[in-house]
C-alpha cells in the first residue's frame, strides 16, 4: 500500500503544513479541485476520503485513485503551475485545509521537498494507470468488484464499508450500463455480500467472497 503524504513527509512537517491554512469542513460528494481549472491551492486532507477522476478518451469519467486522511491534494500542478490534471470529490464528510499556491510552493522550498514529492508523484501516476486498466478491462462484475475495493479504502478487514455513490455514477466510473451494474449487485446481495440503500448507494459486507466470484465468471 502506498504510504500517505503525512506519513512520507513525517509528522513534524505535517504539523507544521497544517499551520498554512484553517480547518475546514466539506459535505460528502463536495467537489474540491476541479479538472482543467487553474492550481490556485493545495488541499490538505485531514479527515476523510475523495475520489480523484479524469475525463476519459470517450467524455466519461474514469476513476485514477481513492484517498484517505492524511493526504495532499493538487501540489503536483501547484508546482507545475499549470492547471488540474484530475478532478477531486469527496466520498463522506471531509475535514480539510485549503492552503495557497504560493504559501505551499515557499513551504516545499524551505524544506527541500520538491524532489521527493516529485518520486512520490511518480509512484502515484503508475498506480493510476494500473487503477485505470483494471476498471477498463474485463467483465461488468470483475471492474466492478475492483471499483468497490478502491472505494471501501482502507475498511476493517471483514467489517462493512458504506459507499455513498449512486448506481448510476458506479456505472459511469467502469463504463457500464446502470442496467448491468444494478443486476450484479442485486446477485450480489442475493448472496448476503452487500446491501443496497433506498437513497442510493451500498454497503458491502463480504468484500473479498465477491472478489472472488467476479473472478470465477
Known amino acids: 500500500m502506498q504510504e ?16 498554512l491554512a484553517p480547518e475546514r ?5 463536495t467537489t474540491l479541485l476541479r479538472q482543467d481549472e487553474p492550481a490556485t491551492c493545495v ?29 495532499l491534494l493538487g501540489e503536483m500542478s501547484v508546482l507545475a503551475e499549470g492547471v488540474r490534471s484530475a478532478t477531486v470529490r469527496t466520498l463522506e ?16 522550498e ?8 516529485l518520486r512520490h508523484s511518480y509512484s502515484r501516476l503508475r498506480e493510476a494507470d494500473r487503477t485505470k486498466l483494471e476498471l477498463t478491462t474485463g467483465s461488468v462484475a470483475l471492474r466492478l468488484s475492483g471499483l468497490l475495493m478502491r472505494l471501501s479504502g482502507p475498511a ?9 455513490l449512486p448506481q448510476e455514477d ?12 444494478g443486476k450484479v449487485l442485486k446477485e450480489w446481495s442475493r448472496h448476503g455480500w ?22 470465477e465468471r
Open 93 to 108: 464528510p471531509c475535514r480539510v485545509r485549503v492552503v495557497p499556491a504560493v504559501d505551499f510552493t515557499e513551504f516545499v
Open 25 to 29: 469542513y466539506r459535505a460528502s460528494r
Open 110 to 117: 524551505a524544506h527541500g521537498l520538491l524532489r521527493p514529492l
Open 194 to 215: 452487500l446491501t443496497t440503500a433506498p437513497g442510493g448507494g451500498v454497503t458491502v459486507t463480504d468484500l473479498p467472497a465477491l472478489r472472488r466470484h467476479a473472478a
Open 43 to 71: 488541499v490538505l486532507l485531514e479527515t476523510g476520503s475523495v475520489m480523484v477522476t479524469a475525463d476519459g478518451p470517450r467524455g466519461g469519467e474514469q476513476l485514477l485513485a481513492v484517498r484517505g486522511d492524511g493526504e
Open 170 to 181: 458506479l456505472a459511469k466510473l467502469i463504463g457500464a450500463s446502470r442496467n448491468a451494474v
Open 4 to 19: 500517505s503524504h503525512r506519513e512520507f513527509l513525517s509528522d513534524e512537517k505535517w504539523s507544521l503544513l497544517r499551520q
Open 156 to 164: 476493517t478487514p471483514g467489517g462493512p464499508s458504506r459507499i455513498r
